[in-house]
């Protein structure tokens, strides 16, 4: 089993930044995809951005140029940086790996942009 603990949500002003964080523990193996999701109210979730084991990254067309997703060497805490938020940036914010075939999810972590 993999637990992942997210940190890092609250309220800012349209423009402004936030740091996300998640980290990795229990059954955790080397090779993995780590990412992070969103979903807004009365939306499905939707990727956000994606690092993979070599640090291929992939980012939703919304947010390229404005996040950037990173992880620590040893590969089990992922970061969000999140410059320049817009107020629909809004929504809670699941960490997500994947390893082996299995998915798990964190808890969530509410990012609300005010205008």
């Known amino acids: 089993q993999v637990q992942l603990v997210e940190s890092g949500g609250g309220l800012v002003q349209a423009g402004g930044s936030l740091r996300l964080s998640c980290a990795a523990s229990?059954?955790?193996?080397?090779?993995?995809?780590m990412g992070w999701y969103r979903q807004a109210p009365g939306k499905q979730r939707e990727l956000v951005a994606v690092?993979?084991?070599?640090?291929?990254?992939t980012y939703a067309d919304s947010v390229k140029d404005r996040f950037t997703i990173s992880r620590d060497n040893a590969g089990n805490t992922v970061y969000l940086q999140m410059n320049s938020l817009k107020p629909e940036d809004t929504a809670v914010y699941y960490c997500?790996?994947?390893?082996?075939?299995?998915?798990?999810w964190g808890q969530g972590t509410q990012v609300t942009v005010s205008s």
């Open positions: 690092i993979g084991s070599g640090d291929t990254t």
């Open positions: 229990g059954s955790i193996f080397s090779f993995n995809i």
């Open positions: 997500n790996r994947k390893q082996y075939g299995r998915v798990y």
